[in-house]
């Protein structure tokens, strides 16, 4: 089973940090044409991401745990950026974010061809004002 570039190169606790909204974009190559996912695949979350990375353009992921067995890889990731464009409709705050991120793909010839997971949306928008916190 191979993974996806540069997915394959990382371990834990080395940054993945794409230089461009293009470069983060690229993860959006990873899927398998018709990838099952709850979330976007494709263009469309080449999209998604190039979005993300204009509301958080200092958006970064460090690997914490990478683990692959079959056709299985689970990481948990975090995310870290500072909120400087609009995120779903939500005006730029300036606030830092520290986001938990927790996927489980199926690796199919080198791609996702299934995914679960994701970030913690909800405690993004408790970071970013947006929810009130339970806490």
Not at 29 to 48: D, I, K, L, V
Not at 82 to 108: E, K, M, S, Y
């Amino acid at each position: 089973m191979g993974l996806p570039q540069p997915m394959a190169a990382r371990s834990p606790g080395q940054p993945l940090q794409p230089q461009t909204a293009r470069g983060v974009a690229e993860a959006g190559h990873w899927w398998a044409p018709g990838a099952r996912s709850p979330a976007p695949t494709g263009a469309e979350q080449e999209q998604r991401i190039i979005d993300f990375q204009a509301a958080f353009p200092d958006l970064h992921f460090t690997i914490e745990d990478l683990v692959a067995e079959g056709d299985r890889v689970v990481f948990r990731a975090t995310m870290r950026g500072t909120h400087q464009g609009l995120f779903r409709d939500i005006a730029p705050t300036g606030r830092p974010i520290a986001v938990a991120v927790l996927d489980i793909v199926r690796v199919a010839d080198g791609a996702f061809a299934e995914q679960w997971g994701g970030p913690d949306l909800l405690d993004l928008l408790q970071q970013l004002g947006a929810v009130v916190s339970l806490r």
